[in-house]
């Protein structure tokens, strides 16, 4: 916001949202280097090996090595591809992670996008990743990669249900769908974050506070699905599947799917961080504010809003190097046994809270 | 001609074009996904018109649903059964009189119809009042809807256990 | 519905315990050896690759012969009369020149078969395990101290001191000879 202002003042309006189009990619990519790094160090430790040692001081340099080889590497194109698809299928899938970034929140200073229906913006371009997936399963002509995308797509269908019931939950109670603002509403207090129940007052949020708990650890799980991590993360299933629906890619394809599978983990991360641990919003308040510095609010909100997001893409893979992975038919028992009905029951008793 | 035009522009090229490519087509995933394309055109009409609920909406239930659903049966049937789903031309003579018929009705209703026009200005939020007029004036509907899905979905259940 | 909400809880107690579990790990130090670095000890019996001790070889060919893969390649050539070659540390006199004495370490399967054997200890194993080459011919050890023109040298010699034995033989009176007559073996 105060970011975009700034640049219409600077380049005009059209210019300046060309650029603040762009200020997520300078985001997403270092953090997807680093993410990779992080996942490969967490993983280790967990194990207890050590992960990578070598490239520079306890191999921070690894997936910028990494990067370098995937560079270089040859763009293999199988004979027996569809080839307009089989390329197009990476981009699809990034520019589909990638556009839900434009209504998430960073700080007070920077949105992308302060669109009125900012999460059912979401919701809707989660859809394009979808595609993309079944394109990339579909064009590779390959079986293990098709099973992969059908699979991907049965998944992340169901589970966007259970997902879109909660966040149907959150709004009954705030009554927006802008993340700006419902980043507002749990400001200057951890009690007004939505997991202890937003700005409600009284008796309702003692009531509020478990059922949130209830509809936050749904999501998280749902959120979980639709990123295709483990426990939930049958269709790149290595064991049974190779690679899943990237099998045939390598190479700067393979990195797309890669770098867009790590900017989806921190999408939906940052979306749960904003819609139930108050978005960019600090615990504590302010040094800016105790400081009378006003630049450094909007800063600290936004180590805040990476603070959370990179604390929920851990737990993403804490569980990973937890959790056995799912078969298909507990798969969907989890969905629609479980997490529908509960969350529906949530839906329910919190709507009637709000009425009464 | 300025910003707004060429956006407009923008999304219909894209919306024509890509519909096109459904129709001439002979590879049934090729024209789903130009369908994707088509749908993602009006999409980006709708929003530009003002109406982003209904655009997002367009999108949701089209691209992440139909369009899905579409795609994993074609994807499914044509793989594994082996079966080479191609689109043929069939029945010339009467096609392309109902297609002449239903394009004559259209442009007869588009130059005859006194459009209202709107200023450009950006649009207020849209969602609270159309949640209002659903509640309120359209409420049985908006009910009867939700039956006709109810009995479609009990439908699709009775007939998958038999 | 009582199974009901027990799976619900057991499913969602059984994921904490599980996480408590990889939290603990991933503070237990890792077992990892950073290996060029960081090096195991070896026990002290470990057999690697072998050695020649040339000072305390007698050239009697016993190791060669117990190899079972036949990867040591040993030739000799008798030393003449007035050559003293040395005694071995154990106080065998040496009486031949060990010409080749090549282990093929690529062929070697390491079973100790050649140590015991050796009459005087002077092949054994060794704790270096680090020998890979980018050549195969490099794992050919040659352990011999001679030189290759040395070693061409003896045999011409030992050849020559023969042929000289021979003609002695046939000539029936030589005059005095240098050579003691007593031939070592």
Redesign the interface.
Known sequence: MIIFEYLADLFGA?PAAFISGILPIAFVVPYALFAVYWERKVSAHMQDRLGPMRTGWHGYLQTIADILKLIQKEDIVATAV?KP?FNLAPILVFAGSYAAFAAIPFSSAYIGAN???GM??I??????V??GI??A??ASNN?YS?IG??RS??QI?SY?IPTVIVILTLFSIVGT?NLYELSEIQSSNIFNWMIFGGNVIGWKKIVLIPLMFAAFIIIYLTTLAEVNRTPFDIPEAESELVAGYHTEYSGMKFAMFFLAEYANMFAVSAIVATLFLGGYHSPFGYLGNLLGISWLVPVEQFFWFTFKGLGFVTVQMWLRWTLPRLRVDQLMTVCWKYLIPLSFVIFLLVSLLMVL | MN?YDIIFYLFAAVTLVSATFVVFTKNV??AA?NL?LTLFGIAGLYILLGA??IG??Q??IY???I??LL??GV??TN?ITDVQIKTGVLQVIPASVAVGMLAGILILIMTNMSWRDFGLSTPD???GGLGTLLMNEYIIIFELLGMLLLIALIGAANIARK | MKQYISNIYSALITVFIGMKITFKHLFTPAVTIQYPDVRVALPGRVRNRLYVNMDDCIGCDQCARACPVSCIAIETVKSLPGEDLGKTSNGKKKALWVTKFDIDIAKCCYCQLCVFPCPTECIYMTDVYEFSEFEREKLVYSFTTLSKNEAIEKKQNFEKFEAEKAAQKAAPKPPAPETPSTNPQ
Do not use: P, Q, R
């Open positions: 059209i569809d698809l669109v009125d229906l059912l913006y919701i809707a371009v989660s859809g394009l979808v595609a079944l394109m399963g579909w079986k098709l995308a059908v797509a049965a269908v966007e769908l | 910003l995933i090729y996904y994707l982003d609920f997002i909406v999108l949701i691209v992440g649903g369009l899905i795609l994993f994807m499914l793989k939020k849209t969602i």
